[in-house]
T-cell receptor
């Protein structure tokens, strides 16, 4: 069983809808939780990171962590075609800066 | 802006060739990483380095080696390329906590 599970999608939504992405993990020692966005043929770029359970908002993006359930989510409000990308969750596994990544969810926002 | 650059975007090599992938970062980061990315498998860590001349194996080091002679440069070496090493290779660097990683654009390697 993988330490981090993420539905690969694709997830297709109409423009303006809310996109809901999630990851589950098995290791309760995971600390920082991050979301990356990766456009086709590009490297991943950091969107947001959180440390504690709860919500963190940044513009149209909200990251949510529930450590008791080992579950993290990313919500994208008012989705745009430019949000079409693969979204990867990542979790810090040790103090050397190593992360465990999810497989990524492909999101397609249709105009 | 953090910049991580990789020497090639696309590379085609033959089976058995020795392949060098170069990565350079300009943010004085201590930590550097090499991943490969394959459909359905996500990012898998090959090697990482937390200091010059210090390196550690990741989850899939077999068939690879690395070199870090200078802080800003981390090289991945495929000693004898094989077709199952055809993949997207991503380099990343990170600073102190929360250790967010900054990625290069990737090198798509095809081994024929």
């Amino acid at each position: 069983q993988k330490e981090v599970e993420q539905d690969p999608g694709p997830l297709s939504v109409p423009e303006g809808a809310i996109v809901s992405l999630n990851c589950t993990y098995s290791n309760s020692a995971f600390q920082y939780f991050m979301w990356y966005r990766q456009y086709s043929r590009k490297g991943p770029e950091l969107l947001m990171y959180t440390y504690s359970s709860g919500n963190k908002e940044d513009g149209r993006f909200t990251a949510q962590v529930d450590k008791s359930s080992k579950y993290i989510s990313l919500f994208i409000r008012d989705s745009q075609p430019s949000d079409s990308a693969t979204y990867l969750c990542a979790m810090l596994t040790d103090s050397w800066g190593k992360f465990q990544f999810g497989a990524g969810t492909q999101v397609v926002v249709t105009p | 802006d953090v910049k991580v650059t990789q020497s090639s975007r696309y590379l085609v090599k033959r089976t058995g060739e020795k392949v060098f992938l170069e990565c350079v970062q300009d943010m004085d980061h201590e930590n550097m990483f090499w991943y490969r990315q394959d459909p359905g498998l996500g990012l898998r860590l090959i090697y990482f380095s937390y200091d010059v001349k210090m390196k550690e194996k990741g989850d899939i080091p077999e068939g690879y080696s690395v070199s870090r002679e200078k802080k800003e440069r981390f090289s991945l070496i495929l000693e004898s390329a094989s077709t199952n090493q055809t993949s997207m290779y991503l380099c990343a660097s990170s600073g102190p906590g929360p250790y967010e990683q900054y990625f290069g654009p990737g090198t798509r390697l095809t081994v024929t």
